[in-house]
């Protein structure tokens, strides 16, 4: 009879265990030695080790942004030490857009090779719209919920100033039971942000469209940002469904102009102390970056977000490096985006040739997405990222080869790759630019260099 009440009992303390670490997050289980599937999912597409993945997520410098309500999603590691990530804006606005025209940009931007979508629709029906992208998209889905919260504040109250907390953290709560990956929550712009921007002159003042919402509230009911003075609450959900919180910069410059100035950098260090906090909740989190900064302030930038934010991944917009490239500024945001990646910054937000012009279409997706490629990749270059360099050298032999269905294929557009190629016609087998003089096939023919020399 004692054995058999020993026995119950060990029975009733494992399932006892079993039941606490299921309530646990990744953060906490990471931290207690626990390698999740998820994580040894991110070190096989990067060709690390599970444990590597495990750590950064214990110590906050990689997230693993996985919502379980979003099903057949395939994780996406962010960070330190993994290869620089390309997040895409998709969504209506006001003037245009339905679920068809934003299924249409999500289809776009994995076939050009994004790692996350975000969602920022303002018109239409949001919330399916919202469900319709989760359902479609295998890769995380990211939103922006104090936009759908002030657009319905003014539906049924009125204007976004009568938005109550609550009606704000209701939202929230209904994207993250909807199958959200990660939000972004402008919770650093508290009103000593907002006394700097009073004191300076700014070119551009505030162009954060949430950051804007929430400025238009506090100065009107004289309190501060909810999500600065109920972050506990926000850290409560964000936990109950294990999602990444990305700390978003409502401060941050738009122009370049106004670049690393008082508020922006007032605004960055609260978010460090509240990236404390949110891994003392088990949450994790990640740090958004401005905006417009000249190249030489980008690398300063990165830096004293990691600084600041204690090594936490950082996701920058672009950063656009000029203010007058209207309908380039895909290339604008690539160059600057390619400096910040070197030197540290973990996650690009894409810019498309539309940025501050009109609502983008799939053809703008795609050309944000690849340029931004382009720049992660360069950067991982630079890094040293596991496996980056490989690639390049298996074109580079295969250009020596003039081997162009491997050059394809290598591409990161092979269909591009495949009808510049043919554009014009040639008689041999280098491309019409250099015909019969190709300096390769030359150097082959009469110095008797080898083709593929390893």
């Excluded at 646990?24 to 096989?44: K, S, W």
């Excluded at 776009?108 to 949001?126: F, K, N, P, R, Y």
């Excluded at 049924?156 to 972004?184: K, N, P």
Aim: glycine share 10%.
């Amino acid at each position: 009879m004692i054995e058999v009440t020993k026995g119950l009992l060990a029975v009733f303390i494992a399932l006892g265990f079993l039941f606490w670490e299921a309530m646990m997050t990744q953060l906490e289980l990471a931290r207690r030695g626990i390698i999740l599937p998820q994580m040894r999912a991110v070190a096989e597409q990067e060709g690390v080790e599970a444990d590597f993945v495990r750590r950064g997520v214990a110590n906050g410098t990689i997230v693993v942004s996985v919502n379980g309500a979003h099903k057949g999603l395939v994780p996406c590691g962010i960070g330190q030490g993994l290869r620089t990530k390309v997040n895409a804006n998709i969504g209506t606005s006001s003037d245009y857009g339905s679920v068809e025209t934003e299924l249409a940009k999500l289809q776009a931007a994995v076939e050009c090779g994004t790692d996350t979508v975000m969602d920022l629709s303002t018109g239409g029906d949001i919330s399916a719209i919202r469900r319709e992208i989760i359902a479609a998209s295998t890769i995380p889905v990211g939103t922006v919920p104090i936009y759908q919260a002030g657009i319905k504040a003014i539906e049924e109250r009125g204007a976004i100033v009568d938005m109550t907390v609550d009606d704000l953290f209701t939202v929230i709560e209904e994207h993250c039971r909807d199958g959200v990956d990660f939000i972004t929550v402008h919770c650093g712009l508290t009103r000593s942000a907002l006394e700097c921007l009073k004191q300076q002159k700014r070119v551009a003042d505030v162009v954060s469209r949430g950051g804007a919402f929430l400025i238009g509230w506090m100065l009107h009911n004289e309190r501060e940002n909810p999500l600065y003075e109920y972050y506990d609450r926000l850290l409560d959900i964000a936990r109950d469904f294990d999602i990444t919180l990305s700390l978003g910069d409502g401060m941050r410059p738009g122009c370049i102009a106004d670049a690393t100035d008082r508020a922006q950098v007032e605004e960055l260090l609260v978010i460090g102390e509240l990236v404390e906090r949110a891994w003392q909740a088990g949450v994790q989190v990640m740090v958004e970056g401005p905006g417009h900064v000249p190249l030489n302030q980008i690398e300063a930038n990165v830096k004293l977000e990691k600084s600041i934010c204690k090594g936490a991944p950082f996701y920058v917009l672009g950063p656009l490096v000029t203010d007058i490239a209207a309908g380039y500024d895909h290339i604008t945001s690539a160059i600057g985006g390619a400096v910040a990646a070197a030197a540290g910054a973990d996650f690009l937000c894409y810019v498309t040739p539309a940025e501050h012009l009109s609502l983008p279409d799939p053809d703008d997706v795609r050309e944000g997405v690849i340029a931004s490629r382009i720049a992660a990749h360069a950067a991982d270059i630079a890094k040293g990222v596991k496996g980056a360099a490989q690639r390049d050298l298996e074109m580079s032999l295969a250009r020596k080869k003039l081997d162009w269905e491997a050059q394809e294929r290598l591409s990161l557009r092979p269909e591009l790759s495949r009808r510049v190629h043919h554009k014009h016609d040639t008689i041999g087998d280098a491309c019409s630019m250099c015909g019969e003089y190709c300096a390769m096939r030359l150097v082959e023919e009469y110095l008797g260099v080898s083709a593929g020399w390893c």
